[in-house]
């Protein structure tokens, strides 16, 4: 379950500042992902999909809007905007590699999905790369 993912992942973003190292990405991975599901994505679907609180998810998103990884329009809709955007599908692939290659190796899905999602920030480029053709020769 994903939202166990989020969960776990940025327990640390509810008492300290946002640093886009893991919680931003966090909040770039959930709108990219709500984006595929629905054709507009408010602060509120944010918030209820990461179990957040409306004005945490308010607070992110201001801070990501600040930063130009983020669009916000008149009505309220978010959308990733090209830098936005390009750290989303970097850590959303990270994330499915990396649960696809723990499934494959026979953690069940629900685990893989759980312990995936912190790693998927941390893990170098290189890293990713080896882990990512292994697990194409699997």
Request: aromatic share 8%; proline share 1%.
């Amino acid at each position: 379950d994903r939202n166990k993912c989020f969960t776990a992942c940025c327990q640390a973003e509810r008492s300290s500042a946002m640093h886009l190292q893991e919680s931003g990405e966090m909040y770039l991975e959930t709108i990219l992902v709500l984006s595929k599901k629905m054709e507009h994505v408010r602060s509120i679907d944010i918030s209820k999909y990461m179990n957040f609180s409306k004005p945490s998810v308010s607070r992110a998103v201001n801070l990501l809007k600040k930063e130009n990884y983020l669009n916000i329009d008149e009505y309220g809709y978010i959308t990733l905007s090209e830098s936005g955007k390009a750290v989303a599908d970097e850590i959303y692939e990270r994330h499915l590699v990396l649960t696809g290659l723990l499934i494959k190796i026979g953690v069940s899905e629900e685990v893989a999905e759980q312990d995936a999602c912190p790693v998927e920030h941390y893990i170098s480029a290189e890293t990713f790369e080896k882990i990512k053709e292994a697990s194409e020769k699997m």
